[in-house]
Structures are given as C-alpha cells and as structure tokens.
C-alpha cells in the first residue's frame, strides 16, 4: 500500500490513505511500521478516512499501538494530503476526529499547503476516567502537587481532546525525559495514561516545551501538548490570554493563541517522502 511520510514541527507520522481501502488492524501496523531501525520509522501512524460530517476523518497511532482521540500536529499534516491532492482544495478544511470536528484553514504557496492555523476547540479539565483525582475530575487542577521519578512536580492538568499534565521547570534541555518520562505516562494518578509537557518560561509570550507522549516517549513536538502548555501558563499567570504565544519545541516552533472560547494553534505541514509498503 502507498504511504507518504510527513510531520508538523518534527513530529512524523506514515500516512494512509483509506478513503477507498480500509487497513485492518491498524494498532500492530503501527508499532511495526513506527520502528526506527527495522522499518519505516515514525511516531505512528495516521488513517485518512472516509467522513460522513467533514471532508475526512482522522484516525492516529501511537507507535505503541494505541489511538490517539487528537494529534495537532497530524491534523495540519491531513489538511494538506487532502489539499494538495485536491480531495478538497479549499481554504477551510473540516476533519472528523475522535475529540469532534476541527476545522483548519490552511496557508498555501504554488498550490501546496505550507501551515495552518487549527481551531483545536475549548482547553478543559480532565475527564473522570482519565483522572483518580476528586477534585480533578473535569476542572482544571492548578499547580497540583505530583510525586513522580523520586520528586515532586507542581502539575496542571489540561484536557485538548486528549490528556495532559504541564509542569513548569527552570529548565528543559537537562531533563532526562527517557528516565522521568515512564514515571509520569503511568501514574496511578492517571488512569488511561498522560502524555507530559515539561515547560520553561522565557517571557510571557516565549516557553520552551519538551514532550513525552504517553504511547510514543519523545518526540519532537506535540501540538496539543503545545496548546495545553499555553492553556496551563495563562491559568498560572505566566502568559496572557488572546495574545500569540510561541513554543518552541525541538523540531520547530507553534504559535498558540489561549482565548475563553477556544484554542488555536499555527504550525508548518510537511510531506517527507512517498513509498510503498506491505501490509
Ligand atoms: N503528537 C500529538 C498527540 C498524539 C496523541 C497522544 N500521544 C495521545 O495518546 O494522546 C499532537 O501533536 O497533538
């Protein structure tokens, strides 16, 4: 089957095209295809899917297997597979995901789409199954203190469609995120795991994130990591709402803008290369 590999911001996906063939069990294709010695190596996989409420629906795998209700940076990546393909060659895309519709409009230059600005919906607390916390339990937890890899971290939880908890730090480059990172994904605190951005604040509009994402370790960028890390940083008085924010994350910057409403998010959509693979 055809593949294209692409990412937003470093963070690299194998893209399929299922609007005609469906692909069975896309969990083990994932964790065979994402294998960076063995295979084509990647942080999951994305299914472009047949929608019957938007021009496409988007599914995503972790490389562990596991599916993702939301991915920011693939989103930006499947607005530009179906724009430069012209599945739908128009300004503003809507794609299906498991955390409701997201519409995208995209920047397009000679007829490709270079970025795109995504309305990622309404930041909220964490749901009841994804928390043990009472008080948790669909409200923001501000500052909550964590005990995690022998420390205690100051976390705030922020739900994007999917789960995550910020922590603020003095710095992100010492980290050790693949010793710490496990520590954090599989907390008892969180029972379908969590995906951790650890944050440096440079100014109220500049932070430095780095990322450990539950089902896929590091990468080098999250999109909804980046809107929950500008979410968590307004609630702590760190930055402002309605005002853009860049993060900037190892494999390129994102700009998010926190307002009442919603979150939204601009970042680059790369295509890396095409191929063929078994499946
Ligand atoms: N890299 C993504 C998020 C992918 C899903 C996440 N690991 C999860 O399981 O919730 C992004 O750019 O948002």
Redesign the pocket.
Known sequence: MEFTKMH?AG?DYIYFNCLENMIEDPESLSIRLSDRHFSIGG?GIVLICPSESADVRMR?F?ADG?E???????IRCVAKYIYDRGIARKDDINVETLSGIKKIHVFAENGKVTSATVNMGKAAGLTSDEITIEEGKGKFLIGYPMEAAGKSWNVTTVSMG??HIVTFVPEVKDLDLMKIGPHFENSPLFPERI?TEFVRVIDRTTLEMRVW????GE?L?????ACATVTAAVLNGHCDKDTDVTVRLIGGDLVIRYTDDAVFMTGNAVEAFNGNVEI
């Open positions: 937003g963070n942080d995503m972790n596991s993702g209700k939301m991915c920011g940076n693939a999917n789960p995906n994402e539950r089902g896929s990468t960028a999250c999109g909804t990591g």
